[in-house]
């Protein structure tokens, strides 16, 4: 057996066969999925044969673009299980974007849920590589046109037998985040750096590193934990949590869609231990809808809240522990480039247990720009050591950028961030290298947004900045010199940019101003701008 993400999962299927692996939700109904460990694993077997019998194999993609559900979790296994890559699509993408994506990643089958027919249908026609079709059904209609095999069908006729190749720790994992130039980047792992990197191979509280990959089983708990992971599958974030406690024989509930009343409701029903979360974006309304007067959980089976991949502020984590005094919380930093950079934990109650204690990754480090260590309270750049990932996909000039070798030959992934490592050992991150605008979690580029504002007729020149929001912990916001006697709307540049981009990326706020400030070089003048911007 080796560090590969089905040997694993099928490692906790042999150990823990009866209990429940995965419990899915929808936020508009009371319908739920409910999947053992055997289960889970016999229908991901039968969808990984129908892959085969398609010519689907070692190596090839295969796209899942559907909201969090149980195929998800089955696609994922199934093509994990054959040998091929799974490609995680945005679902809230618009054709441009979807185009884009499926273009770079050149998958040879696509599984995806009916409601996204439509834009399946409008990019099919520039993907000549894309051979096979599967539909998840989910009663919204539209897939008929497309040759598409419903998902059950597939899934039935395949064999439910576990007879496939012998894996490798070397198989490829893919997982597309933002990038760096504001388009979405594939970042190719080997499984095995990627299980050590984001898939709790190191333990981030203490630094262990699992020896031999039976040891994961031997972290599970008697009695098994229930995760609540509330982002979607298409974020790594969600994706890491989920198999962190599958691989543990833990259980994880999966909800469609963010709704803190339907939170709220599952961690009652479903005895939820530890929930997941992404910063304030969904912390601030999961609080503030327990702080509403006609709301009543027995909220008792929780002891946990996770948070990763954007701003936990500190007002939001205390009105957690006001409300639950002895609850334990975590905000963890890292990235989809970097694995997991360390962790800040905070405990409530009183006692020796009672406050926060912050640990950086063991392979974790702060380095100068020719990858040299730096000394505690020396701001420089994070970088990770070790178990790195192979590439981005299809962009050898970006790949050379932040995966690099110093001249000692010790390999590291330099993703961007500024940080500084302070005189206990702690790492501190200062912010993002780049001008990335961190909404609620999402990755928004402003290269890629102002691109699209000048392609409004009204424009004649403009930049595109972060501003502190106290729920999404940053809003876009858009600086626009206008043409000579045109006149500009927020309304009308919104929509606009809905016709090009996700709704995540479209600006809250516009201001009008005379002239954008440049640098000689061109560059835009960032203090002018931020200053501007400042709520």
Request: charged residues 25%; aromatic residues 8%.
């Amino acid at each position: 057996m080796e560090f590969n993400l089905a040997d694993l999962f099928e490692q906790a299927v042999d150990h823990f066969p009866g209990r429940e692996a995965i419990t899915c939700a929808r936020a508009d109904g009371p319908a739920v999925q409910r999947r053992t460990f055997a289960e889970l694993d016999e229908r991901a077997n039968r969808l990984a044969h129908h892959l085969l019998e398609s010519g689907v194999g070692a190596g090839d993609r295969v796209g899942v673009y559907a909201l969090n559900r149980a195929e998800w979790v089955e696609s994922l296994l199934a093509i994990c299980k054959i040998r091929a890559v799974c490609v995680n699509v945005n679902y809230r993408y618009v054709a441009d974007e979807l185009s884009y994506l499926l273009t770079m990643a050149e998958p040879v089958a696509m599984i995806f849920q009916e409601r996204y027919a439509p834009q399946v249908a409008a990019v099919l026609p520039g993907l000549p590589g894309l051979r096979r079709l599967l539909v998840i059904e989910d009663g919204t209609g539209g897939a008929e046109a497309l040759p598409a095999v419903p998902f059950e069908k597939a899934m039935a006729s395949g064999s439910p037998e576990r007879d496939f190749a012998a894996r490798s720790g070397d198989d490829h994992y893919l997982l597309f985040t933002g990038g760096t130039t504001g388009l979405p980047k594939g970042v190719v792992w080997r499984q095995e750096d990627v299980f050590f990197a984001l898939g709790g191979g190191i333990d981030v509280t203490n630094g262990h590193r699992m020896a031999t990959p039976e040891e994961i089983v031997t972290t599970a708990y008697d009695n098994q934990l229930t995760f609540f992971p509330i982002a979607p599958l298409m974020h790594g974030a969600t994706q890491w949590g989920l198999m962190q406690q599958l691989f543990r024989g833990n259980r994880a509930v999966l909800l469609d869609r963010f709704d803190p009343r339907r939170v709220w409701g599952l961690t009652e029903s479903e005895k939820v231990n530890l929930v997941m979360i992404t910063g304030d974006a969904m912390g601030r309304p999961l609080i503030e809808s327990l702080d509403a007067e006609d709301t009543d959980y027995d909220l008792s089976s929780l002891f946990g809240l996770v948070s990763s991949a954007a701003l936990f502020s500190a007002p939001v984590k205390q009105r957690f522990l006001d409300r639950f005094p002895h609850l334990y919380l975590s905000d963890a930093i890292g990235s989809s480039e970097g694995g997991a950079g360390g962790v800040s934990q905070y405990r409530g109650g009183s006692g020796d247990q009672a406050g926060v204690t912050t640990t950086a990754i063991s392979d974790s480090e702060v380095l100068d720009d020719d990858l040299n260590p730096l000394p505690a309270g020396v701001v420089g750049r994070l970088a990770r050591r070790g178990n790195v990932p192979l590439r981005y996909l299809g962009d050898p000039v970006k790949s050379a950028e932040v995966f690099r070798t110093a001249p000692d030959g010790t390999r590291y992934a330099v993703p961007g961030d500024w940080a500084v490592r302070e005189e206990d050992g702690r790492i501190t991150l200062l912010g993002r290298g780049s001008s990335c605008i961190n909404s609620g979690g999402e990755k928004i580029f402003p290269e890629e947004v102002e691109s699209v504002i000048k392609g409004h007729p009204a424009v004649y020149d403009t930049v595109v900045v972060g501003a502190a929001d106290e729920r999404w912990g940053e809003t876009v916001v858009a600086l626009v010199q206008p043409r000579p006697e045109a006149e500009l709307t927020l309304q009308q540049l919104q929509a606009h940019c809905r016709e090009h981009l996700a709704g995540y990326k479209v600006p809250r706020r516009l201001h009008l101003v005379p002239e954008v400030h440049r640098t000689p070089t061109g560059k835009p003048d960032m203090r002018w701008a931020q200053g501007l911007a400042a709520p």
